[in-house]
Every structure is written in structure tokens, then in C-alpha cells.
């Protein structure tokens, strides 16, 4: 792990309460997709958000931040009032495993679709042909916020597919509703050849790889999250 400084080189609006912050490192940052950094605010106050964007991409690092346990929006507070901030990273084990062929399960709820992103805009780059079903759920259509993204990368890489959940639609949803669990439940294949990563709270993940080892042959030692150290 290094303490590294970045340059606050842009904060965008994707909805109204989730950003895409761009950070440009003065140093190099090597990383793993699927790992996170600290934002350190002071020696007490440090915010663990997920890379976003894959460590093939050099020029800047990208996070989306909004509503979650690291953000009450302090943080973008600080980094619209600071044009330099310090770092820490990289860190977290639930990394891309690339030297697998098996097949990829990944699973976010909220914010934790940035953990995937990486990871997925990962194998697209280096290991086009291994399958990725992605299962992303939100509360609310809006907070599904790259959805668009999502459909138009899966027209051009057939070997990906996905699986958007609302808890809370509104009329114009014509995805799937409930939670991540529930359209988990509908899954038809034995998962003990898969490779797993799974983001979101603690909570939600325990009960998650607990359902997918007993009930479809998941293998415990191919479930990959940070939730239980962050």
C-alpha cells in the first residue's frame, strides 16, 4: 500500500446524488480490478471507494460516489474544496482473478456496480472470450445509473450478459423487479464453475454466497468480496 497524491482533475454529475470523480495520480498507481482506494480526509477519517475504471487505463482514475456507508457527502465536499488530495492504495483481496478461464459471475447492488465495472471493462479488454453474467440491483430505476452503457457493451460483446433488478420501479421500468436474492432465485445454472464477485453491504453479501453455495454448488473458495474487511 503507498500514500499517493492525485489531482482533483474533474467531479460530474451522473444523476443527483452519484458523481463520477476523475482523479490524476502524480505517480503511478499499479492495481488490480476489483480493488479500492482510501481517500484520506484526515489520519481519523478515510473513505474506501472502489476503482471504477480498469488498471489499463493510465491518464486518470475514476470513482463514482454516492449514497453508501463511505459517503454522506462530506466527501465530495472535500473534493470540490481541495484540487490535491492524498490516497491510499491499492488495497482489498477480492481482485480479478485472471489467470481463470471459468466463467464470471458478478453481483452489485447500489454503488457497488464501480467494483464490477472495473472488472468487467477488464475481461472485455484482456479475456474477450470468457462468459460474464453481471446481476446489478438498485432501489430505484435511476440509481442504475450506467444501465445504457451497460446494454450497448453487451450488443457488441455477446458473451456478456446482464440482468438490472429494481426493488422500487416506477411505470416506465420494463426490467426485472424485486432484490439481487430474488432474481438470483430465478437462475437456472449450477454455479460451481463460475467464478464469483459479489459487491455490496455486508449484510446483503453474507446471505448472498450462503444462497449460492447451498442452493446452486457455488464454491466458497471462488466467491470474491471485500465486504467483510472494508
Not at 140 to 163: A, C, D, H, V
Request: charged share 20%; aromatic share 10%; net charge positive.
Amino acid at each position: 500500500m503507498s500514500l499517493i497524491t492525485c489531482q482533483v482533475f474533474s467531479i460530474e454529475n451522473i444523476t443527483n446524488i452519484i458523481y463520477r470523480v476523475r482523479l490524476i495520480p502524480l505517480s503511478p498507481i499499479h492495481f488490480r480490478a476489483g480493488q479500492y482506494i482510501m481517500i484520506v480526509i484526515n489520519e481519523k477519517d478515510k473513505r474506501p471507494f472502489s476503482f471504477a475504471s480498469p488498471p489499463s487505463e493510465h491518464s486518470y482514475v475514476e470513482l463514482h460516489i454516492g449514497p453508501s456507508r463511505s459517503c454522506d457527502f462530506t466527501i465530495i465536499n472535500y473534493l470540490y474544496n481541495n484540487t490535491s488530495i492524498q490516497v491510499e492504495t491499492p488495497l482489498g483481496e477480492a481482485w480479478l482473478r485472471d489467470d481463470s478461464n471459468c466463467p464470471i459471475l458478478l453481483i452489485a447492488g447500489g454503488m457497488g456496480y464501480s467494483y464490477i465495472r472495473s472488472i468487467l471493462l477488464t475481461v472485455i479488454k484482456n479475456q474477450p472470450q470468457r462468459k460474464v453474467l453481471l446481476y446489478w440491483g438498485g432501489k430505484t430505476p435511476s440509481l442504475l445509473y450506467e444501465i445504457k452503457e451497460l446494454n450497448r457493451l453487451t450488443l457488441q460483446n455477446p458473451q456478456i450478459t446482464i440482468f438490472p433488478i429494481v426493488e422500487y420501479p416506477d411505470n416506465s421500468w420494463k426490467g426485472m423487479k424485486g432484490t439481487v436474492l430474488e432474481a438470483l432465485q430465478n437462475n437456472k445454472r449450477r454455479l460451481d464453475k463460475y467464478d464469483i464477485y459479489i459487491a455490496g453491504n455486508i449484510a446483503m453479501v453474507k446471505v448472498i454466497r450462503n444462497y449460492l453455495t447451498l442452493q446452486y454448488n457455488a464454491r466458497i473458495d471462488r466467491i470474491f468480496s471485500d465486504a467483510f474487511s472494508i
